[in-house]
């Protein structure tokens, strides 16, 4: 393979060198300007003389075209203007111009007049590209960057103002350029960008700052190698998130500032615990057993996002890419096609997001920036519990049932209860004693109280700042971040993070260039158990007893009035004495003051790159980077919790994760004549990726009061255990980009890829070709004059992969464990013997391979006020990656192999509408839509693969989308109606089915943005319509008694029959609810949401609802101070203000739950609520002074 690679990229390079050499181009390259042209009224007006001068500026405004020109050609010529008969530009200047012994020629998009007897200028030396002016006295020469991070701009115009001199700027964005006198003005222009004018006066060296026009909408987009291209040469899809809106957005972390930014891109939170990771999904589902989620580039080299010990129990771990602090980041591009992701191969399928961090200017300034936020965060949705019925089971109290099925409350004396004062007792800590109750008297409820201890309104400081500058011979950028937050919990609920960020560049002369870019991260968090787990806090909060009050949690327990105390002990509603050391399940007091999930990650992430300019139309990149981190974990459960039957447990573990990156990249441009360009890109990379995770688990303490660590237990009791995994990868990839008469590009690429995952008798390196085309067909006459300011029609084709998992391409050794009915006989305990696994591995491995094929179109209307954006785009994914059965005659159960297939198609739509930009008001207006169907079509041979189970499974099943709902559902009769029991009760169906998809019919963000003078108003909307939402807390809440609906009372009208079989009579009024299932009303009562009603009573289906929802997901409000007067006064460049409304309101039909949240975290099991914890909702201020 190495060998294969070296021979073809040689090849590559001389043909580089042969085809681009400079001996092959044309000798004169003019300035490039955008240009629209358009016809007048049919009723034109008669003719009449003018200045030449004045003709044409007029025509600049009518035809949106740019004239260049020297003074001297056109002072005092007037011509007689003719009658206009709807004619094209040129058609009208061959009518203007031969009167007056003039011509002109059009170079890119510029209209160049000259005399028809004008020699060609003389050799000047210059860059190629440039035209002498008549006197040659100064020469000057810079660099062209964007504003927002200081990289290069190559294909920028500089023209000499008034003239047809002109150059434009190299792949670096540098640029030189002859001029006669020092009151020369130079015009600085590119599409998507302001133009700027410079005069000269006595500078021989001119750098200069692009900012993005907002007024135009034609983008310059980061591609997947970190290449800046015009978006209207490409026909593949990408989308660009404004820095500026993620900081604006309020969230703490890169990932949620995304929400609702991009057609086709889903953002889903797992919870609102602080730091808590969330799954990005760019056109549905690619893998099955792997992770969905896109490669994250930033600053040229891959990072680390993953979300490691993210499941349904648990803490919510938090996603790497959030460890970058949104403050640093200057641009985001979302590459969502596998034709403008596929450089990247087998770690492509998933999309690609592009981040672009700050860098500083070349302005000989320095310029500081500080901004100060804080945040109070609330919990935005909340379950509705009863608070009419007690502890206890028909009817009765029972103060250590699991259930609130007891007495009415409102039935009870009032008076104090009456207790067992000789008996056992419970003293807590916080000064309550508890005693065995005889008689339940009190008519105090909890709810409200525990919910208060629980809950605080969480709040966060993010202090941050920066200083950037530099001058022609480099610039820095440095930043520092802090953030501190503390949860919407009380106790031990907080997330941390400091960062410092140096960027740099240094430009050593014309031909080299170097910059690196340096962040060093540290978290810390603590967060709270939740989900399927005993010791979850919605878990044991929910399902606790309206009349149980959880604010005494520890304590002392004394089993008699003369036993010694048993210390730290914890008290639940099922253990109201402290009397076992399990408690079934942990107070939520307990949970969160009492239990340890600490985080601590410290992270560098550095990229360097150099860059060589032997000659303006080539240049050789060398980039390299590495992104480490080491995660330390500690997770504690004291004695008395749930955990280990109550004996106690404590873990700790250290992963390391780093992965090395090396680009080799040449870069050559060349035109042939006037109406072809062409950008030939040849590059190499190899990647090298490790994880190590090593730790220990701990169970039974020897002594419970000394510190819970491994000092404190015996050897016996000791579970360590060490993983490591190490992947390599080498790449060969190229670009081939050609531009046909500035209307028609087409861009293709490929990539041929080797890897250690790669089974070894599988083919050594598999190829991922792509290609797009984009044609600009407004460029046609027709349109001239119309409405269409810009039309494009886009196809694109690509091939990308997903790597198989390490170590699956053979069968490894695991230890022996042996036995029957008594203790198992370890491969551990006798030498350490190993025996083969029994999933068999495959040497046959090979990445799974996603071909995605997309068509789209591109418009810009009303002198590009209005932009609209639309795709359609299929992919098919095959080779699967699954572990399916094996026969048995291998002598294996399982085998990990290729197997699967699968198919996404879906639209997107982007709209977006300036609507007033007139004086000081500006209004725009902006929407995206997606949707996405999702197939499973083979599995190997297995029916259905299951990542959750319970009650409810999420799946992959044949057939369905993926992460379909399957579980128990209502027995039905051929005409759909449901099978009933003679009292008119449903039945369970003994066969489990499909019952729900998850994934949305359609998704769709949009909002506006006004501003009247310093300003401004900004409101963005989200809904997901469609999705299927599974309330697995409601159906156990149902099933305890606690939920909101459970505690109705309903008075019969007639007769009726619980699901036991008891008579109620008519008129009778009890605890319950009445509902028809299709042969009238039936009594549904605890008999009845204890069994097949309830959770516990595996029907599924009735707890499986419409998930759809809309909500504000960000509503804004800024002032800024920057005026002259105030600039002047204060030497500051502005204050800015703003105040941010995160999540403030939500419409769905969900109860209890956001349904923006998931129980798996960041996994492929979607849509599921089983007691997780809740989402927020923020009222955010911040500041921000720039000097």
Not at 726 to 738: C, D, I, Q
Not at 867 to 895: E, H, M, P, W
């Amino acid at each position: 393979m190495r060998t294969l690679l070296r021979r073809r990229g040689a090849w590559l390079l001389l043909s580089l060198v042969a085809v681009w050499h400079p001996a092959a181009h044309g000798q004169e390259l003019w300035a490039r300007h955008n240009t629209r042209t358009e016809t007048t009224s049919e009723h034109a007006a008669q003719p009449q003389r003018k200045l030449l001068t004045d003709l044409l500026k007029d025509l600049e405004k009518q035809y949106k075209v740019h004239f260049a020109y020297q003074k001297k050609n056109l002072e005092g010529k007037r011509i007689e203007v003719p009658v206009e008969r709807n004619q094209g530009i040129e058609a009208r200047l061959k009518e203007i111009l031969p009167p007056l012994n003039l011509t002109f020629e059009k170079v890119e998009k510029t209209y160049i007049i000259k005399e028809k007897s004008s020699a060609p200028a003389p050799e000047t030396g210059l860059k190629e590209g440039t035209t002498k002016p008549e006197v040659a006295e100064l020469v000057v020469k810079g660099r062209v960057t964007a504003k927002e991070d200081g990289a290069g701009l190559p294909g920028v115009n500089v023209i000499l103002k008034g003239t047809q001199v002109g150059t434009s700027t190299d792949a670096e964005g540098k640029y030189a350029i002859t001029v006669p006198d020092r009151e020369s003005v130079l015009i600085f222009s590119f599409i998507g960008y302001n133009t700027q004018e410079i005069q000269v006066l006595d500078q021989s060296t001119i750098n200069i700052e692009l900012a993005t026009d907002t007024k135009q909408l034609s983008e310059v987009i980061v591609t997947a190698l970190g290449f800046r291209e015009n978006k209207d040469k490409l026909g593949s899809t990408s989308s660009t998130i404004k820095a500026d809106d993620i900081v604006r957005s309020g969230e703490t972390g890169v990932i949620n500032g995304l929400s609702g930014r991009a057609a086709g891109v889903q953002i889903s939170r797992s919870t609102g615990d602080p730091g808590a990771g969330s799954n990005i999904q760019i056109r549905g589902q690619s893998t099955i057993t792997g992770s969905n989620q896109p490669l994250i580039i930033i600053d040229g080299i891959p990072m680390s996002n993953n979300t490691i010990g993210d499941a349904r129990s648990g803490v919510a771990q938090q996603s790497r890419l959030n460890d970058i602090n949104p403050e640093d980041i200057a641009s985001v591009q979302v590459l969502k096609g596998a034709s403008a992701a596929g450089l990247w191969g087998s770690r492509a399928a998933n999309g690609v997001i592009v981040i672009t961090t700050k860098k500083g200017a070349d302005d000989s300034k320095m310029n500081i920036s500080y901004s100060s936020t804080v945040s109070f965060d609330k919990v935005n949705v909340l379950h509705p519990l009863q608070d009419g019925y007690g502890q206890g089971f028909n009817g009765i109290f029972n103060a250590t049932s699991q259930y609130s099925w007891g007495d009415k409350i409102a039935n009870r004396s009032g008076a104090e209860d009456a207790l067992n004062m000789n008996g056992a007792r419970f003293e807590a800590y916080n000064g309550k004693t508890f005693y065995p109750i005889l008689t339940k008297n009190s008519q105090e409820v909890y709810h409200d109280a525990r919910r208060d201890a629980v809950f605080r309104t969480g709040t966060y400081f993010d202090n941050n700042v920066s200083l950037s500058g530099g001058n022609d011979k480099g610039n820095f950028y440095l930043s520092l971040g802090n953030l501190d937050q503390k949860g919407i919990f009380n106790g031990q609920s907080d997330y941390k993070r400091s960062s410092v960020r140096f960027n740099t560049t240094r430009q050593f002369n014309d031909l080299v260039r170097a910059s690196t870019n340096a962040n060093y991260i540290r978290t810390s968090s603590n967060r709270i158990q939740k989900g399927d787990n005993t010791s979850g806090l919605y878990l044991g909060m929910l399902r606790s007893a309206p009349d149980f009050d959880s604010r005494y949690w520890i304590g002392s327990y004394y089993a008699s009035p003369t036993a010694s105390a048993v210390t730290n002990r914890q008290r639940s509603y099922r253990n109201y004495l402290g009397a076992s050391a399990n408690p079934s399940y942990n107070d939520p007091l307990w949970t969160i003051n009492e239990l340890t999930n600490l985080t601590e990650v410290e992270r560098f992430i550095v990229s360097s790159e150099l860059v060589l300019s032997p000659v303006n139309w080539f240049n050789l990149t060398a980039r390299g980077g590495i992104d480490t981190y080491t995660d330390r974990r500690v997770t504690n459960n004291p004695v008395s919790s749930v955990v280990n039957s109550g004996a106690g447990q404590y873990e700790q573990q250290m992963i390391k994760e780093t992965e090395t990156n090396l680009d080799i990249i040449g870069r050559g441009m060349k035109d042939f004549g006037a109406n072809v360009t062409s950008t030939l890109i040849v590059g190499f990379n190899v990647n090298d990726r490790t994880y190590h995770s090593l730790g220990g688990i701990m169970n039974n303490f020897i002594l419970e009061e000394a510190p819970q660590n491994f000092t404190n237990s015996i050897n016996a009791n000791n579970y360590p255990y060490n993983r490591e995994t190490h992947r390599r990868m080498a790449r060969l990839y190229s670009t081939l980009n050609l531009g046909f008469y500035d209307q028609l590009y087409v861009n293709l690429s490929a990539a041929g890829e080797a890897g250690s995952t790669f089974g070894s008798e599988s083919k050594s390196t598999f190829y991922y070709p792509s290609a797009d085309v984009a044609w600009q067909f407004s460029q046609l006459p027709v349109f001239t004059g119309s409405a269409l300011s810009f039309g494009k029609l886009r196809a694109s084709y690509g091939i990308v992969g997903i790597q198989p998992e390490a170590y699956r391409n053979t069968t490894p050794y695991v230890t022996a464990s042996f036995g029957s009915w008594a203790t198992n006989l370890t491969g551990s305990g006798y030498g350490g013997a190993y025996v083969e696994s029994t999933t068999q591995g495959d040497p046959y491995l090979k990445p799974e391979r996603k071909t995605e094929w997309e068509l789209g179109t591109d418009l810009r209307l009303l002198n590009n006020k209005l932009s609209a954006g639309f795709t359609y785009y299929q992919n098919r994914i095959v080779d699967l990656l699954l572990q399916v059965s094996a026969a048995g005659s291998t002598g294996f159960s399982q085998k990990y192999t290729n197997a699967g297939t699968m198919e996404n198609k879906g639209m997107e739509l982007d709209l977006n509408y300036n609507l007033l930009q007139k004086n000081n008001w500006r209004w725009n207006l902006f929407a995206n839509w997606s949707r996405n169907r999702n197939r499973v079509i083979d599995l190997g041979g297995t029916e259905i693969v299951t990542f959750t189970g319970g009650a409810l499974s999420t799946v992959a099943s044949v057939g369905y989308p993926l992460s379909s709902f399957y579980g128990g559902v209502y027995k039905r009769n051929p005409d759909g109606s449901k099978v009933l029991t003679e009292r008119g009760f449903p039945i369970l169906d003994t066969q489990l089915q499909i019952i729900g998809d998850p994934n949305p019919s359609w998704r769709s963000g949009f909002g506006t943005n006004l501003a009247y003078k310093n300003i401004s108003f900004n409101l963005l909307f989200e809904t997901l319509q469609g999705g299927d939402f599974y309330e697995g807390t409601r159906g156990v809440l149902v099933n305890f008694g606690t939920y909101g609906d459970v505690g109705h009372e309903v008075t019969l009208s007639q007769d009726m029959y619980t699901y036991a079989g008891q008579l109620i009579p008519a008129g009778s009024t009890v605890r319950g609810n009445v509902a028809d299932y299709g042969g009238g009303p039936v009594l549904l009562e605890q008999s009845f949401y204890t069994s097949i009603g309830g959770h516990s009573g595996q029907l599924a289906e009735q707890f499986v609802r419409d998930g759809s929802w809309t909500r504000v997901r960000e509503i804004s409000l800024g002032y800024s101070l920057n005026s002259s007067t105030f600039r002047q006064k204060t030497k500051l460049q502005s204050i800015d203000f703003t105040i941010t409304g995160r999540n403030p309101f939500l419409w769905t039909k969900i109860v209890g739950i956001d349904p923006d949240s998931n129980v798996s975290g960041v996994g492929n099991a979607r849509g599921v609520d089983y007691f997780n914890n809740p989402n927020t909702k923020s009222l955010v201020f911040s500041l921000r002074i720039n000097y």
